[in-house]
């Protein structure tokens, strides 16, 4: 074999530091980077030396004795990993990995987790695919019994149907988006706008009717008990959620340009601060979002005075909202306040999610203000106890 011929690492040492580099790169997905105090994380060390301590971790865990190599060394073999597509030619600034593997044993656990439930629970048909097809591909692995034990999981149910091939089993099939998840997050990642068909609105005294209607889809959102599309409406820019299955499958591409990436995450941006300044996932009229965003809207002052088997709950939510302030009342024989009162500020569009949302404490819970809400509430009371008097 002539000399030029002779790979650089047909030498045993050079191709077992480059066979241990790469399995280095497997078991600690993300080395190279490390967490600086400075606030400048990812940006300013040294990842060559992180990787060389790593490698010789791996070295001495397989019974390898590992020359003293120097972090020029560890870069050349980067480069060549580079060179063989083993490694993207991308700036690896937040750490080494291959491929897709981006994660540890412990990282996909939890990750594998949060497929489980958006599977089994909010009946996403692709996570369930991806999860089915992830639980296959890790049963080499040996890591089934351990990886796939629901740690974690969140037991908010869907109460539609979501998967067309169920619905087309159990003869319950009608066209939805559900029918487009694909083409819709694409529409989503690129801003594209779309003409959807809008089939059913039960709410019809609401705004919004049965129609065609243009918009630049947001984000596909999970509220409760079904999946909502975040949109932006092309012409007005009103910013709405809409139940996916309230939809049919018509779909029409009307701009296959799109607006691009930093537009949908402004408008993506403005949308959650409404839904964090409101309460629910109601965001109001076109006109209301433009004056709450210029902070010309004046907010409602709401008080609820909460009663005893409701109050323990209510003083556990610190975080339930931004606005809130919750203030005990006179103290009873035992010690205990006799009464919580919650005030919030709330933009009027949210006053009836808030009204449904307190109802659900019965007999637990009083209207103090506004008295548009004091009477409400009332009439809801009175229409129940009739409800029951009638029988």
Not at 75 to 96: C, F, P, Q, T, V
Not at 168 to 173: D, E, F, I, L
Not at 327 to 347: C, H, M, N, R, V
Not at 364 to 379: A, D, G, M
Request: net charge positive; aromatic share 10%; proline share 4%.
């Amino acid at each position: 074999m002539s000399r030029a011929s002779i790979h650089c690492y047909s030498d045993s040492r050079a191709f077992e530091r480059l066979m241990l580099l790469i399995a280095t790169l497997v078991k600690y997905p993300g080395v190279g980077y490390v967490d600086s105090p400075d606030g400048n994380s990812g940006k300013h060390h040294n990842a060559s030396r992180e990787v060389l301590a790593r490698l010789r971790d791996v070295a001495q865990e397989v019974g390898i004795d590992l020359p003293l190599y120097s972090e020029h060394t560890i870069r050349k073999d980067l480069k060549a990993l580079r060179r063989y597509g083993i490694l993207d030619r991308s700036i690896y600034r937040w750490g080494y990995y291959l491929g897709t593997g981006a994660m540890s044993r412990e990282e996909l656990q939890v990750a594998v987790n949060a497929l489980y439930s958006q599977a089994k629970y909010q009946q996403d048909p692709q996570v369930s695919k991806v999860y089915q097809a992830l639980e296959r591909r890790l049963r080499g692995l040996g890591l089934r019994e351990n990886m796939f034990y629901p740690v974690r999981t969140q037991i908010n149910r869907a109460i539609i149907y979501t998967d067309p091939e169920e619905m087309m089993s159990q003869s319950k099939y009608r066209g939805s988006l559900f029918e487009l998840l694909e083409e819709l997050e694409t529409a989503i990642v690129k801003g594209q706008v779309i003409e959807i068909y809008r089939c059913r609105n039960p709410y019809q005294n609401q705004s919004e009717g049965t129609h065609l209607i243009r918009v630049y889809p947001l984000q596909l959102v999970y509220s409760d008990v079904a999946w909502y599309l975040l949109h932006e409406h092309y012409q007005s820019g009103h910013l709405a959620l809409s139940r996916l299955d309230r939809f049919s499958e018509r779909f029409k591409l009307i701009e296959a340009s799109g607006r691009g990436k930093q537009h949908q995450l402004q408008s993506l941006q403005i949308a959650h601060q409404l839904l964090e300044t409101g309460w629910g996932i109601y965001l109001g009229t076109r006109r209301e979002q433009q004056l709450e965003r210029e902070g010309q809207l004046p907010f409602v002052k709401v008080t609820v005075r909460f009663f005893r088997e409701a109050m323990a709950f209510i003083q556990e939510g610190e975080k339930r909202h931004p606005r809130q302030n919750i203030t005990p009342g006179p103290k009873a024989k035992d010690g205990k306040p006799e009464y919580l009162e919650y005030t919030i500020e709330l933009p009027q569009r949210s006053l009836n999610e808030f009204c449904y949302w307190a109802c659900r404490f019965m007999g637990n819970v009083q209207f103090l203000t506004p008295p548009e809400l004091v009477e409400k509430h009332r009439k809801m009371a009175q229409d129940l106890l009739a409800n029951y008097s009638s029988d």
